[in-house]
């Protein structure tokens, strides 16, 4: 293990230096050489080491600065503020996470795996470890899994199966996986899609059954509570997983797809609409990205195709389009848009929005309310002796200066007045986005609303004349003592 792991982080060197796969695999090449193992395992130590160099570039994170072990531990180590038992604990993590990793890939021809396979003897089933120059050593499987019964098969026909072993608190753990042919998919998207959104609080997941004409048939609410009161990691995985069979049986029963959001364009740290230590706490808890993949798993199992659009604009265009009129939640709203992007429907700015946006009062209006907070949170930030405070008011002083440059550029030039089935438009202002700053938190209160029953009279007028309201002030805002942007 500590061989491999060191042809890991060797391996993934030589790639940042440009060495290509061939070059480094090679018997007679430097990791054979080097660290004394056979080719199959140079090239799955390559293979390793190829995807934390994708996962690096994917995140925007500087390959060059990943640390193997991982950076938290590193950054403990460096500071040297502990000792005693807790470092020893310590160095004896990183020392785990950075040399206790072995792993194969399993092959067919070689009958499962060749470098780590799986024997059965005497009713108990054993893993056979390759430790090169033709010695081996034994290790007993100890699994309640169950899924065992299904790699015992496996195991027993010479199917391929891949194996990784890591070091845990200083006993070895086994991960075994392998690819199922999948299933015929019987239930797509001409009868329909199911699309689902979520949200960290309060933690539930928002479903919205949409007809292939992009009407809404039903939607539905699964709450996710017991997650967050789960008591460890594994009872928290397996209310995901009943989850997300809930969601695939309810699409397979409706015969219908199932609409996501793209998980590479996912990013959790903007769901939401809250801030403060309460909420990063919920925030941190937010399992959507998991559960995603969960769905996506049992989906192709199951034979259920899966959809997955941008999810720009999804939200914003939920509250202001959907959930007034039919009196939805604005997370059943965002599943809704998502619904109707997946099946190719453009979203139309509603007459009554246009109207709204070429009223020239009512950029103005908006953009004098956003003026006045930009001046009151200025004010405020400069009284602030509180470092934690001030950065908070710093971050509201760079939104509302956001919110008055999508404003001016509505003055300036308009661009596109309907939203596209990828939520991007041509060059100019985002009118779903210039709606959203100048209505949510001058009329509303909230930049993110909860009630967005007052945009109907304004949605369903056909009027803006007619039903015109008038936008709050920054004085009444800093009345609520910015409670309407920190709730």
């Not at 040399?99 to 795996?113: A, E, I, P, T, V």
């Not at 010695?135 to 499987?141: G, M, P």
């Not at 199932?258 to 903007?270: G, N, V």
Request: with cysteine; charged share 30%.
């Amino acid at each position: 293990m500590r061989r491999f792991s060191s042809a890991t982080r060797f391996a993934y060197q030589r790639l940042l230096e440009g060495y290509s796969r061939e070059e480094l695999k090679q018997e007679d090449g430097p990791l054979c050489q080097l660290f004394g193992l056979n080719t199959r395992y140079v090239d799955d130590a390559i293979l390793k080491a190829q995807g934390v160099l994708d996962s690096a570039r994917e995140r925007g994170v500087d390959p060059r600065k990943v640390v193997f072990g991982g950076r938290s531990l590193f950054e403990g180590l460096k500071r040297k503020h502990l000792s005693g038992k807790r470092l020893l604990e310590l160095k004896r993590t990183w020392k785990e996470k950075r040399q206790g990793l072995l792993y194969s890939r399993g092959d067919r021809s070689k009958g499962g795996n060749l470098n780590l396979r799986l024997e059965v003897e005497d009713g108990a089933l054993w893993l056979r470890i390759n430790l090169g120059h033709r010695t081996y050593i034994k290790a007993l499987v100890l699994s309640s899994h169950p899924q065992v019964k299904a790699l015992v098969e496996r195991a027993l026909l010479g199917e391929p199966y891949n194996v990784e072993l890591t070091l845990r608190n200083g006993e070895v753990h086994a991960h075994f996986t392998w690819q199922e042919a999948s299933p015929p998919i019987v239930a797509t998207k001409e009868r329909g899609v199911l699309a689902l959104d979520a949200n960290a609080h309060p933690h539930h997941l928002a479903l919205a059954l949409v007809s292939p004409d992009g009407e809404l048939r039903h939607h539905f609410t699964i709450p996710l509570n017991e997650v967050d009161r789960a008591p460890n990691r594994g009872a928290k995985e397996i209310l995901l997983w009943k989850a997300a069979h809930q969601v695939v049986d309810l699409a397979l029963s409706r015969g219908v797809a199932i609409a996501t959001e793209r998980l590479k364009h996912f990013r959790k740290s903007r769901r939401g609409d809250g801030s403060g230590r309460r909420f990063r706490s919920i925030q941190h808890r937010f399992a959507y990205a998991s559960l995603l993949q969960k769905v996506h798993t049992l989906a192709r199992k199951k034979g259920v195709q899966v959809l997955e659009v941008n999810p720009s604009d999804t939200s914003t265009i939920g509250m202001l389009k959907y959930a007034p009129p039919l009196s939805l939640s604005k997370d059943t709203a965002a599943a809704y848009v998502i619904g109707r992007r997946a099946l190719g429907l453009k979203e139309e700015l509603p007459q009554s929005y246009k109207r709204l946006l070429e009223d020239p009062t009512f950029p103005s209006d908006a953009q004098s309310f956003h003026e006045g907070l930009l001046k009151d949170l200025e004010k405020r930030r400069e009284g602030e002796n509180n470092p934690y405070l001030k950065r908070r008011l710093t971050r509201e002083i760079g939104k509302t200066k956001q919110a008055l440059a999508l404003l001016s550029s509505l003055r300036s030039s308009p661009g596109s007045q309907r939203g596209s089935t990828e939520g991007r438009n041509p060059p100019g202002a985002n009118p779903w986005r210039v709606l959203r700053v100048g209505l949510f938190l001058p009329l509303l209160g909230r930049e993110v609303p909860r009630d967005l029953s007052p945009l109907k009279p304004i949605l369903l007028g056909g009027s803006w004349e007619g039903g015109k309201v008038r936008l709050r002030s920054s004085s009444w805002w800093r009345a609520q003592g910015a409670n309407g942007r920190f709730a």
